[in-house]
T-cell receptor, first 110, second 115 residues
Framework: EDQVTQSPEALRLQEGESSSLNCSYT??????LFWYRQDPGKGPEFLFT???AGEEKEKERLKATLTKKESFLHITAPKPEDSATYLC???????????FGKGTTLSVSS | DSGVTQTPKHLITATGQRVTLRCSPR?????VYWYQQSLDQGLQFLIH???????AKGNILERFSAQQFPDLHSELNLSSLELGDSALYFC??????????????FGPGTRLTVL
């Protein structure tokens, strides 16, 4: 069964303290790996799409990378406004839907 | 703002009732997806429509149904509501056709509370 697992479930950082969020996947014929940010009570906001192992995408303090088994979201020198839940999702070869992980809730304090 | 709109924002109803949630996709997107998000289950895919046709079904209960209209807006109908149906319901749209390989853009959601 296709599955996406994110770790840790929660992460507390001090402002400026860099870290990484992990997304491991077992998906038949991965066709895309997506990262979203979700604020409480809001809809997920699209961040990145990665299609093949070795690919990297960057946006401000965020950098997403992809290997054959997992993806990482690296957060460099985070600020309090980066506090949110970060969701990872994969789509398999059948392409029927996004398979979401349960997310990592990031809290950044000043 | 993703460009996807959903109404209503909040809905409070009683067990056994029927409700309709509405979604308008981004301009130009032909695909609409519905998801349910509860605290313990995370985001769960319900159903996908492309240009008026059903393309894929996920964990959608028989009490739930959806359709996409010629103007591309979509409605999710939930009937015989139970307490466990209380959740956030999201609609997403993308340029994808049958295969969901492109990123999806999510609406702000409808919070359903069943009392």
């Amino acid at each position: 069964e296709d599955q996406v697992t994110q770790s840790p479930e929660a992460l507390r950082l001090q402002e400026g303290e860099s870290s990484s969020l992990n997304c491991s996947y077992t998906v038949s014929g991965l066709r895309g790996l997506f990262w979203y940010r979700q604020d409480p009570g809001k809809g997920p906001e699209f961040l990145f799409t990665l299609y093949s192992a070795g690919e990297e995408k960057e946006k401000e303090r965020l950098k997403a990378t992809l290997t054959k088994k997992e993806s990482f979201l690296h957060i460099t020198a985070p600020k309090p406004e980066d506090s949110a839940t970060y969701l990872c999702a994969a789509v398999n070869q059948a392409g029927t839907a996004l398979i979401f992980g349960k997310g990592t809730t990031l809290s950044v304090s000043s | 703002d993703s460009g996807v709109t959903q109404t209503p924002k909040h809905l409070i109803t009683a067990t056994g009732q029927r409700v309709t949630l509405r979604c308008s996709p981004r301009s130009g997107d032909l695909s609409v997806y519905w998801y349910q998000q509860s605290l313990d289950q995370g985001l769960q895919f319900l159903i996908h429509y492309y240009n008026g046709e059903e393309r894929a079904k996920g964990n959608i209960l028989e009490r739930f149904s959806a359709q996409q209209f010629p103007d591309l807006h979509s409605e999710l109908n939930l009937s015989s509501l139970e307490l466990g149906d209380s959740a956030l319901y999201f609609c997403a749209s993308s340029v994808s056709s049958g295969r969901s390989y492109n990123e999806q853009f999510f609406g702000p959601g409808t919070r359903l509370t069943v009392l």
